[in-house]
């Protein structure tokens, strides 16, 4: 008789990796990446308002903000690896139902994905912690740009011109690369995350834990860090287009540029060398420095336009820098125990960005021209370079074994 043997990759799930987590994020790069040129497009030709759209933004902010927060409340009755397979399954949801190109398809499409995308980030970010050693952090967030660095590079290119050949062709591209890393996220079988029991009773208000992380003063600047870096990315995307054609540069301009800085991505890993070569408090606060005094001179320069474009070209890359090392003091300071509602809080900076940068640049907007964004945003820089400079100045570094001490005094 022939012995009946399960396949080994079938009796134990792979080790999660590195790796593994990088082509997650590869996939959900091509998804979002393809997207993020369009959704803008395709709501301003549906309302026909910039207002509108605005406001619509705005709103699904509240929403995705919400639905961030209220993660680790939900993770207390719903086994993680059911919360990230809603995440990538809402993202294919949205995806196909804004193809039908209708206002309220288009809005509801986009309010699906950018729930799912806090959602699954949430998650990604607890399973990060669970599996990959604290040394290991920064490798991991250098191979997850690198991967992701072809989707962000062509994505908004290929979106836009995909929208204009055939509308329903780049929503039809988003789903099927959300459903590949639903797919990818299935076969890694990760689970619920590692079990960690906690000696205190669990918390039943969902936003009780705000509490312990405002009495983390490290948690709260590397949020800061994520929240500036956001609002940074927010004005290079959204205001740096508008003032390209407010200035007659056209308005091709801002997309073409937006591919070329993704392409910047490449550069992750000499980025996490030169990073290691010195320290990731020296990362940080270079990264804003220099940003802050090219978004200042853009600002100063608006009479100039080719001039202030690019300065805020230059400072994306500082800005793809601070993608690779800005999140580093956050990830380091989290205490096992609180690994989700921490990431829950940490994944809140982008919608506290996607709030917070309309909301600031409306009011800008009302007493000077779009320059006045551009100096906003340095001024943030600067201050998150002065918060930088409270970090540990070994913060990421590998901790050498200390020297054995010669019998003597000093041993004893």
Not at 314 to 335: E, R, Y
Request: charged share 10%.
């Amino acid at each position: 008789m022939f012995e009946r043997r399960i396949p080994e990759w079938l009796r134990h799930a792979p080790a999660p990796s590195v790796r593994g987590f990088a082509t997650l994020a590869g996939f959900e790069a091509v998804a979002r990446g393809i997207l993020i040129s369009v959704f803008p497009v395709a709501m301003y030709d549906a309302f026909g308002d910039a207002g509108t759209v605005s406001l619509i933004y705005f709103l699904v902010g509240l929403v995705s903000l919400a639905a961030g927060l209220l993660v680790p409340f939900l993770n207390r009755f719903v086994p993680r690896r059911i919360l990230y397979a809603a995440g990538a399954s809402s993202f294919v949801l949205g995806s196909l139902i804004a193809i039908n190109g209708a206002p309220a398809a288009i809005v509801l499409g986009l309010a699906l994905i950018s729930t799912a995308t806090v959602v699954c980030f949430v998650c990604f970010n607890a399973y990060v912690l669970d599996y990959i050693a604290r040394i290991e952090l920064g490798r991991s967030e250098t191979l997850r740009m690198f991967y992701s660095a072809l989707g962000w590079t062509l994505g908004p290119v290929v979106g836009v011109s995909l929208w204009s050949w055939w509308r329903p062709a780049p929503f039809a591209i988003a789903a099927i690369a959300s459903a590949a890393m639903l797919l990818a996220f299935l076969w890694m079988r990760l689970g619920n995350g590692r079990l960690i029991t906690r000696a205190r009773r669990p918390v039943t208000n969902p936003l009780a834990y705000l509490g312990r992380f405002l009495r983390q003063p490290r948690l709260v600047a590397g949020w800061l860090f994520a929240v500036i870096r956001s609002c940074g990315w927010w004005v290079y995307v959204v205001y740096l287009p508008i003032f390209a054609v407010e200035s007659g540069l056209g308005d091709q301009l801002g997309g073409r540029l937006l591919s070329v800085t993704n392409a910047g991505l490449f550069l992750a890993p000499l980025m996490m060398r030169w990073i290691q070569a010195h320290s990731v408090r020296h990362g940080v606060r270079t990264g804003f420095l220099t940003a802050a005094l090219l978004f200042l001179g853009a600002g100063l320069a608006g009479g100039l336009p080719w001039v202030a474009v690019a300065l805020l070209f230059v400072a994306s890359f500082f800005l793809i820098l601070l993608d690779i090392c800005g999140g580093l003091p956050f990830l380091m300071a989290v205490k096992p125990s609180e690994r989700t509602e921490m990431s829950a809080i940490y994944s809140s900076y982008r919608d506290v960005s996607g709030i917070a940068t309309p909301g600031a640049a409306w009011a800008i907007l009302l007493l000077v021209p779009v320059p006045g964004v551009f100096v906003a945003a340095g001024a943030a820089c600067l201050i998150a370079w002065g918060i930088a400079e409270r970090l540990h100045p070994r913060l990421g570094a590998r901790r050498i074994a200390p020297a054995a001490v010669p019998p003597g005094p000093a041993a004893t």
